[in-house]
């Protein structure tokens, strides 16, 4: 069983940076590979990005590449998400997940957090 809480959200202006925050409790965090994924009112939960369970394989969706980098710190059990050059379309409620697969759909992932939000202003 791993428990995830998220943290780091907040209101920022376009062209702005947050720092995103996964916190994990529960055994063996260090063999999972965690995800972030994002949804916006209306719309369907997306994936953002994934990091492998060393943290030497990443992948970001295109929508964010060269702008968020996803890192992780097994000792402290946290995977961050750095955002940078944030845009209005950014704005959704960020979730992070976690799998034992590399995968892209939220079906994939077991263990969801909560949610924290981010609001990016024009």
């Known amino acids: 069983q791993v428990q995830l809480v998220e943290s780091g959200g907040g209101l920022v202006q376009a062209g702005g940076s947050l720092r995103l925050s996964c916190a994990a409790s529960?055994?063996?965090?260090?063999?999972?590979?965690v995800g972030w994924f994002r949804q916006a009112p209306g719309k369907e939960r997306e994936f953002v990005s994934r990091?492998?369970?060393?943290?030497?394989?990443?992948y970001y969706a295109d929508s964010v590449k060269g702008r968020f980098t996803i890192s992780r710190d097994n000792a402290k059990n946290t995977v961050y998400l750095h955002m940078n050059s944030l845009k209005s379309e950014d704005t959704a409620v960020y979730h992070c997940?976690?799998?034992?697969?590399?995968?892209?759909?939220?079906?994939?992932?077991?263990?969801w957090g909560q949610g924290t939000q981010v609001t990016v202003s024009s």
């Open positions: 997940a976690a799998s034992r697969i590399r995968g892209l759909r939220p079906s994939e992932y077991d263990y």
């Open positions: 990091i492998n369970w060393s943290g030497g394989s990443t």
């Open positions: 529960g055994r063996t965090f260090d063999s999972y590979v």
